[in-house]
């Protein structure tokens, strides 16, 4: 199993980047690999129960993924569970205010379950450096707004 654990200092207020995060909409616009991202009913993407799915790629490969949200707490957590894809993912991102700013946590847990002969410290190496990359670009992105 791989474990990633990553936290991010944002000069914004909690409830924007909060909604902004748990938008799987926005996915592509901080998150390499994310083509497209879409709620799978009514619209709705980010009630605990709800599903979306998304379309991206992961090592060259291009995937479809299913997710279900399992945690919403607004201004607070937003975690998902992958349903289908190449691995077997559980995503959470808490929000806190820390002295003005938003600290985000991200915790991913996976396991590769259909990604032909992955590697997985190489893998573990690659999310890491994209985590970070993903998160510094959100960053980035909220700050100049």
Do not use: C
């Amino acid at each position: 199993m791989i474990n990633v654990n990553l936290d991010v200092m944002i000069s914004s207020p909690i409830g924007q980047v909060f909604n902004f995060v748990s938008a799987p909409e926005n996915d592509f616009q901080w998150q390499y690999g994310a083509l497209a991202s879409s709620a799978l009913a009514d619209g709705v993407s980010n009630n605990v129960g709800s599903f979306f799915r998304s379309i991206g790629h992961l090592m060259g490969r291009r995937n479809f993924s299913s997710f279900e949200v399992t945690e919403y707490e607004q201004d607070r957590k937003f975690g998902f569970r992958s349903l289908t894809g190449p691995l077997q993912l559980y995503t959470s991102y808490t929000f806190e205010r820390v002295d003005g700013v938003t600290k985000i946590n991200l915790s991913t847990q996976a396991n590769v379950v259909n990604f032909f002969q992955m590697d997985e410290v190489k893998l573990e190496k690659n999310m890491r450096k994209q985590g970070r990359e993903n998160l510094a670009l959100l960053k980035d992105l909220l700050e100049a707004t």
